[in-house]
């Protein structure tokens, strides 16, 4: 079995994807951890020495790598992911279980304006300008998100609600 879990930062996809792992007895792979891990560096540091392009094509291989090779896994893909290099298609024909981890943009802001630190891409994006960034973000990757096979709708939803919407629809 192989799930893959798309969504914006901040929905919860690695949080979730361990859980669901854990409660199917499937290994968990984070793609950008796997990303790290095969390449030596991490995702900040790619993009600072190499440049997004690299970053693209590595990530592309690195995804169809996982989605070959890898039996009995939830993958929780980045952000962006789906949105680059045909790789939503790549994954929509790895799986029947490609599921978009749907979360609103004030629940993202309230998540993201406390881990922003940690997320290159809004660090310098003040409080009152994320929800403008959020929703252009969004509706920019709307597009690749919901063509996932099953959509979750989170709203505040506990992290085992979640989970359990996942299991309930599992192919």
């Given at each position: 079995m192989k799930i893959v879990l798309v969504g914006y930062m901040g929905s919860g996809k690695t949080t979730v994807g361990k859980l669901l792992a854990k409660n199917k007895n499937l290994?968990?792979?984070?793609?950008?951890?796997?990303?790290e891990e095969s390449e030596g560096k991490t995702i900040p540091e790619i993009f600072e020495q190499k440049g997004e392009i690299y970053f693209r094509k590595k990530e592309f291989h690195y995804l169809q790598e996982v989605l070959l090779h890898k039996d009995n896994v939830v993958?929780?893909?980045?952000?962006?992911?789906?949105?680059?290099?045909?790789?939503?298609?790549?994954?929509?024909?790895a799986t029947e279980n490609v599921f978009y981890i749907k979360v609103g943009i004030s629940e993202l802001v309230s998540r993201l304006s406390l881990e922003k630190e940690h997320r290159p891409l809004i660090k310098n994006i003040s409080d009152k300008e994320m929800?403008?960034?959020i929703g252009k973000h969004m509706f920019e990757r709307s597009y690749f998100y919901t063509k996932a096979h099953h959509t979750i709708n989170v709203h505040n939803n506990t992290v085992s609600e979640v989970v359990e919407s996942i299991s309930d629809v599992l192919v």
């Open positions: 290994n968990f792979i984070d793609l950008d951890e796997y990303i993958l929780s893909t980045g952000g962006g992911t789906p949105c680059y290099a045909g790789n939503m298609e790549v994954m929509l024909s929800p403008e960034f």
